[in-house]
């Protein structure tokens, strides 16, 4: 069967096109790619569909999964922090891929419970329990029980990491706000604007981390924060494996390697802390978006 996969991010929207199943695993087709727009979030998504059909490719699609950089509770879109995406811009899709012939099942979820489920769906491992770490532009966190399902909590928050509270400065006086405005990209480029006056994008500044003595420090004090955060998850949640992953967790950068460092530091009565970098990369909220989708279906 065929389903789509998106991915909404704060800065750019993928829709993925797939062959296969939740159990067998999945095959990409076809991917595109479209900035988002932040006030209607479902613009970049029928436009990226769109471009899937100008290609040539057979829309007629089983599932459609959608994961967004907001709080999701039972299908249920609850925030709208970084994206809109209406009841209005939801039924726009549905009437776009019922021009092609199927009745298509929507499935709507926080972009990083998608990405957990992909990753623990690449583990291969039906009996793997998941914390699933995403650094991206934003910063969020997902857990994934044996048999692959998604820790939901009450109403739908268990994904809050970036709502820590951030390490003080080195004299406790310099307040950071919250870990996501210290250690996710967004925060990151916003420290280094502050420090140099210099307005770069992440890439840039991790780029320019072996030159730069400020964008290495901006980027090693990060990663220690998220290790740390990693390691007492890992405490209170005990899981087989914790996976780092986003656009910027997933690249090898001195964030990754003070991120490790961190996170792996003995516990006591404890086994070594197994911690790894997202096997699909980047793509593992479009892999599990369309995931999420298909799993409705068995």
């Known amino acids: 069967m065929r389903a789509l996969g998106v991915d ?61 950089p907001e709080y999701v509770h039972d299908g249920t879109v609850t925030s709208s922090m970084v994206v809109q995406f209406t009841p209005e811009g939801r039924s726009a899709i549905a009437r776009e891929l019922s021009a092609f012939g199927t009745n298509t099942i929507i499935r709507v979820d926080s972009d990083v419970r998608c990405a957990a489920l992909a990753e623990w769906h690449a583990s291969a491992d039906q009996g793997l329990s998941l914390l699933y770490l995403s650094v991206g532009t934003g910063l969020s966190s997902a857990f994934v029980l044996p048999g692959g399902e998604l820790l939901q909590g009450a109403r739908g928050a268990a994904i809050s990491l970036g709502e820590w509270p951030a390490p003080p400065g080195p004299d406790e006086s310099i307040v950071h706000g919250n870990l996501e405005q210290f250690a996710s990209g967004q925060g990151i480029e916003q420290r280094y604007l502050i ?8 890439p840039q500044i991790a780029a320019r981390a072996a030159e ?16 740390d955060a990693a390691r007492r998850l890992h405490a209170v949640l005990d899981p087989t494996r914790i996976v780092i992953g986003g ?8 964030l990754w390697e003070e991120l490790e460092s961190a996170a792996v ?20 909220g479009e892999v599990g978006a ?8 068995m």
Do not use: W, Y
């Not at 530091?265 to 593992?284: C, E």
């Open 290 to 297: 369309a995931l999420v989708a298909l799993s409705a279906l």
């Open 212 to 227: 730069d003595a400020v964008a290495e420090a901006i980027l090693r004090e990060a990663g220690a924060a998220l290790g």
């Open 195 to 202: 420090a140099t006056g210099r307005s770069l994008t992440t």
């Open 8 to 68: 909404v991010g704060g800065t750019s929207t993928r829709v993925a096109l797939f062959t296969g199943d939740a159990r067998l695993g999945l095959h990409q087709i076809a991917r595109t790619e479209r900035p988002t727009n932040p006030r209607d979030a479902a613009e970049a998504i029928l436009l990226g569909i769109r471009d899937l059909f100008d290609a040539g490719h057979d829309m007629e699609v089983t599932a459609c999964g959608i994961g967004l």
């Open 247 to 254: 656009g910027l967790g997933s690249a090898t950068t001195p």
């Open 265 to 284: 530091k003995p516990i006591p009565q404890r086994s070594p802390i197994d911690i790894r970098q997202a096997a699909l990369g980047a793509r593992s």
